[in-house]
């Protein structure tokens, strides 16, 4: 409903007509409709414009309420309707008069909130003059840099001429003042405000004013300008306008490099940006028959979705995509979108026999990378899954007692009733001659009940098996629940069986379900977010997209209307969103929320709009920077009892009977698991359906809590574990005798990384070797959790006699530890994701932070490797290093490198650094800011090539480039040949340590693991901050290596960090090699 007076300012004895507009915005047909008005005070009837509507005949000078009635009005349909009154003669000047008008039908309207309106309009008299202003800004949002461009629109809305009338505009300081012009006076600007004398305004006239500015920043810029006049002004509310304006960033990338090479996997699309601005992503497409084909399901994240308020030269880095059906002959294009939706084609290239060395745009091993695969649809039933939760004493108790001795670990993915043979168990470790009596099962150290199958005779052999209800589970680091089967000293508990059947035949014909669509496709790392999950769907644009749900069995008896839910993570901050929701192609609604907030529809659907798989699209209302991401889409329905490929979950109430029809085979079993831990199997009298179904009828359980949960499926659709592993017993929990020193190694590497733990035992060092495997069982019940290493580190503190001071983590991490991005599972041993000012990233120390200051109790290492050639060639480098006798000139020579001076004076800061180092040391500078890019290269190639003793680099970086002047970049320093002249890299930038990264590898990691070279430690960091406190740090770090005859660098580390206060920089300067390696001594010097 619409109502609109013919003017604001009337005056009394006047006419003043009401137009109503009733439309219906579907998607159903409206039926008997009603319209009700009454005549607003102070006013008298004149006459009525009914159009469509029938009416009642009402006399001349009528004062109260009437009716109208519509038969029917079609989707999208509008119909009008004018109302005249008098006001009254004897009305005073000022009285305000409010209009309500209302409409209603018979057919359901599922926002009631706009079937009605009120308009007022105000009495003046014949020498007051309502002077009203609007304001307009273009184009909005507005990328920083470019013309805005206010207008201003004045209007008498009477009844006396204005005279002196005067516009004054204060423009906000992010606002540069270019230009004014006006249709009527004269205008002028000084210090930022705009003031304009209009003179005579006469009634119903208008004057227009256009002021052009340039917003000097991002921001959100609100501008309000005032309009006065001589005369009494009876609406003082219109006499101010103000308009609220987004300022983007500017957007662009530089684009260094594009190429496609041709591989045994098909063809790999390589490209590399030297620097990003607000780049949210790309899209990779193959021509094909005149066409691109998008390769891509999801958008490749750019700097936009992994990083906020950086420096365009932070975001350089590679990418890559494999085409698994790319030919010789295909050709590709590359398509950058920015946060402004403005989108960018690079490209043709095609497709190259070998790729160029110099033209490649990563070193990552791109065997390692999952091949690009479309998806379908992600949509299911929603499931049971178990979630991180707080453990009793009795359950950390009962778990150190499982991990102590064997058992079988059983992983479980997904909700099922689950089946596991004799000869899989004894195969995974149990005994074959245990007592089918005393088998228990433990899950997160509380014991579950199962059926034992096929132990005749009280013998459980090769023909037995267990049987047992299970969930998975989902936390950001796993999907994969552990059970633990052990063969007890005590009998373990039983699934109850049930042989109550049903008796009556009052079936019911629906139950409640929940469908719902949760991808997680897309990694969000500028979003600050303390709960672990950054992870969200497809992207949401301007730009339509579609996701498909699946709701099966829809009751065509449905009691109820079906509820959908859509919640969407903004992306950009500050940007306002508005999302329509339309599904099966009816308009459902709008998402209306504002910057990196979740915006959330929720809703009754209307009758017949939900079909077994539905289209759920969505698109952008607000411009080019309405940008969100998908986070879920649910939809609870009225569900009929019917199985989907021989297995239904259910809800049933308590004590009635239930069946379910449709079933395959005749092996059918039904179990209660309302209770979890008290399932239930329910005897069932199966029916034919003659058409070769099976119907099967069930009692459903007495008891208080009104429904039940219940499981029906066919033998066929029992499950089995995804994984069995024989569980190797472990004790690092309980008080020992302890070490210094303690290497957690993923199980692949620990023979690797022995010789690292062997030297350190031939120095006097007492070290312990613990797998990640047995932190995991005695800490997180066997599930992946990097909280795990922190309780397991905590605890040693406290019950070993020596406590540990040095941590060397063995492995890589991944910042997708469940591979949602399917590039690979690298999360051998998980770092933990933090919080920071500007994105969330990896620390290492927060392991044995345990007083949270950003300082670890434990001097920590990491060796980033992804195999055991990797964990072999690290550990050989730092053997070499400390027991090698290569005491050349280059053990006493060090490398700082300063970036090009900005705001930042890199020159100063390195030179400060430089004057620290002790006199035996020669050092080398090079200072950027005096030499040309390419010069700077080659010199800073050759000294690393050269060998050193320390390398300092101060300046700016991104995960794999020193510098926008590319001074050291993934590919060169994979190409270093300095071995054995192996330097300790300090690097003082951003980024450089993001080794968590699944796209590509940082540069720390590739100085680390080359095997001609590179380095034998890196300092680095895995996040953004400021230069200053960076620069603190470095001086402080070099303080500390060269005292004291040379401390351990893990030592030296901690040490600089305490003399600093900077929590985000002590959180994620990481160390790349061994804390306790120290510089080597240099030669003898005369």
């Not at 009008?80 to 004897?90: E, G, K, R």
């Not at 150290?445 to 098996?465: M, N, S, W, Y």
């Not at 004590?655 to 199997?681: K, N, W, Y």
């Not at 470095?1034 to 351990?1048: E, H, I, K």
Request: charged share 15%.
């Amino acid at each position: 409903m619409t109502n609109t007076p013919s003017a604001a300012v009337v005056t009394a004895g006047s006419n003043v007509t009401y137009t109503q507009t009733v439309t219906n915005n579907g998607p159903a047909a409206a039926a008997t409709l009603s319209f009700t008005e009454t005549i607003p005070p102070n006013t008298s009837f004149q006459s009525l414009a009914p159009g469509s509507w029938t009416c009642p005949v009402l006399p001349v000078g009528y004062t109260g309420p009437f009716t109208c009635t519509l038969a029917t009005l079609n989707a999208a349909a509008s119909a009008p309707i004018s109302l005249v009154v008098q006001v009254n003669a004897n009305t005073p000047s000022g009285t305000v008069i409010g209009d309500t008008a209302s409409a209603s039908a018979v057919t359901s309207d599922p926002n009631a909130a706009n079937s009605s309106a009120t308009a007022t309009v105000t009495v003046g008299t014949g020498t007051n003059a309502d002077v009203s202003i609007t304001k307009t800004a273009a184009p909005s949002p507005v990328a920083q840099g470019n013309l805005l461009t206010y207008t201003l629109t004045v209007t008498n809305n009477g009844p006396a001429s204005a005279t002196n009338v005067t516009v004054v505009d204060v423009l906000p300081a992010v606002l540069k003042f270019v230009s004014v012009v006006t249709t009527a006076g004269t205008c002028s600007q000084a210090a930022n405000t705009v003031t304009c004398q209009l003179g005579t305004i006469a009634s119903a006239a208008t004057a227009t004013i256009n002021i052009v500015t340039t917003p000097q920043s991002s921001t959100i810029v609100t501008n309000s300008a005032l309009v006065t006049a001589d005369q009494n002004d009876s609406v003082g509310a219109n006499n101010v306008a103000t308009v609220t304006t987004l300022v983007t960033a500017p957007t662009r990338i530089q684009l260094q490099s594009l190429t496609a090479e041709g591989s045994s996997q098909g063809a790999i699309i390589r490209w590399k940006t030297g620097g990003e601005l607000n780049n949210l992503g790309f899209n990779v497409y193959r021509e094909q028959n005149e066409d691109r084909i998008r390769l891509n399901s999801t958008l490749v994240a750019g700097s936009a979705l992994m990083m906020s308020g950086y420096l365009e030269k932070h975001a350089g880095k590679s990418y890559a995509w494999i085409d698994p059906k790319g030919t010789p002959t295909s050709t590709y294009w590359l398509e950058d979108i920015d946060l402004n939706g403005e989108r960018t084609l690079h490209g043709p290239v095609s497709v190259s026999v070998t790729g160029s060395s110099a033209t490649a745009a990563s070193s990552i091993l791109f065997s390692e990378v999952a091949a690009a695969q479309a998806r379908g649809s992600a949509s299911r039933i929603v499931e049971n899954s178990q979630r991180s939760m707080l453990a009793t004493q009795g359950q950390v108790d009962q778990q150190f007692d499982l991990a102590a001795h064997p058992a079988v670990k059983i992983m479980v993915g997904r909700e099922n009733w689950y089946r596991v043979t004799q000869p899989e168990l004894v195969a995974a470790g149990l005994s074959p001659n245990a007592d089918p009596r005393n088998l228990r099962l433990f899950a997160e150290a509380i014991e579950q009940p199962l059926l034992v199958t096929g132990a005749d005779g009280g013998v459980f052999g090769p023909t037995a098996a267990i049987e047992f209800y299970a969930t998975g589970m989902d936390t950001p680091f796993t999907g994969t629940r552990v059970y633990w089967l052990i063969a007890g000293n005590q009998p373990g508990l039983r699934v109850n069986v049930s042989n109550e059947l049903p008796g009556g035949a009052n079936y019911p014909q629906q139950f409640t379900e929940t469908a719902e669509l949760r991808e997680r496709t897309t990694y969000f790392a500028a979003l600050i977010n303390s709960n672990d999950d950054n992870f969200f769907g497809t992207l949401v644009s301007t730009t339509r997209i579609d996701q498909i749900l699946d709701t099966p069995h829809v009751s065509a008896t449905a009691s109820s209307a079906p509820r959908l839910e859509v919640v969407l993570q903004g992306v950009g901050d500050s940007v306002p969103h508005d999302v329509n929701v339309a599904l099966n192609g009816a308009s459902v609604g709008h998402i209306a929320f504002v910057g990196q907030a979740k915006g959330k529809l929720r809703g009754d659907l209307p009758p017949g709009l939900l079909l077994e798989t539905n289209t759920i699209t969505l698109a952008a209302q607000d411009g080019d920077s309405d940008i969100s991401l998908v986070d879920h889409v649910t939809v609870t329905y009225p569900h009929s009892f019917a199985v989907t490929g021989d297995r239904l979950k259910f809800s049933a109430r308590a004590g009635a009977p239930a069946q379910i029809a449709g079933f395959q085979e005749t092996s059918v079993r039904v179990f209660d698991i309302t209770d979890v831990l008290q399932p239930v199997e329910l005897a069932k009298r199966l029916v034919s359906g003659g058409d070769g179904t099976y119907t099967a009828q069930v009692q459903v359980p007495w008891s208080p809590s009104g429904r039940h949960s219940l499981l029906a499926l066919a033998a066929g659709q029992i499950a089995e574990p995804s994984q069995l592993v024989a569980n190797q017993p472990s004790q690092w929990h309980s008080p020992q005798a302890g070490s210094q020193v303690v290497v957690i190694a993923h199980p692949a590497f620990a023979d690797a990384v022995a010789p690292i733990a062997d030297l350190r035992r031939q120095q006097g060092r007492t070290v312990s070797v613990v797998l990640t495997d047995d932190v995991y069982d005695e800490f997180s019940f066997g599930e992946h959790s990097p909280q795990a290493i922190r309780d397991f580190l905590q605890t040693a503190t406290k019950n070993w006699s020596t406590k540990p001071k040095y941590l060397l983590l063995a492995g890589d991490a991944s910042v997708d530890p469940r591979n949602f991005l399917e590039f690979g599972d690298y999360d051998f041993v998980p770092t933990r994701i933090i919080p920071t000012s500007q994105l969330m990233t990896a620390s290492d120390d927060w392991f044995s932070d345990f007083n949270n200051t950003g300082l670890p109790a434990l001097a920590t290492g990491r060796l980033p490797v992804r195999t055991a050639d990797e964990a072999h060639t690290v550990a050989a480098k730092i053997v070499a290093y400390e027991t090698g006798n290569d005491t050349g000139s280059w053990t006493s020579q060090a490398l700082l490198v300063a970036d090009r001076n900005d705001n930042v004076d890199f020159t100063d800061d390195t030179q400060k650094v430089a004057s620290l180092l002790p006199p035996w040391i020669q050092a080398t500078e090079i200072l950027v800011t005096n030499l040309d890019p390419g010069t700077a290269r080659a010199e800073v190639q050759s000294a690393l090539n050269a060998g050193q003793l320390l390398v300092n680099y101060l300046g700016h970086g991104s995960v794999e480039v020193w510098s926008g002047d590319n001074l050291l970049d993934d590919k060169s320093a994979a190409a270093l040949t300095n071995a054995p002249r192996l330097p300790v890299y300090l690097t003082f930038d951003c980024l450089n340590g993001f080794f968590h990264d699944v796209y590509t590898q940082s540069l720390s990691e590739i100085l680390l693991l080359n095997s001609q070279g590179g380095a034998i430690a890196v300092v680095a960091s895995s996040g953004l901050t400021d230069s200053q406190p960076q620069a603190h740090l470095d001086r402080s770090l070099v303080q500390a290596l060269f005292q004291n005859g040379g401390t351990t660098l893990g030592d030296a580390l901690v040490q600089a960090k305490s003399s600093i206060k900077a929590k985000d920089v002590r959180r994620t300067y990481l160390l790349f090699g061994d804390p306790l390696l120290r510089l080597k001594a240099p030669a003898p010097q005369n």
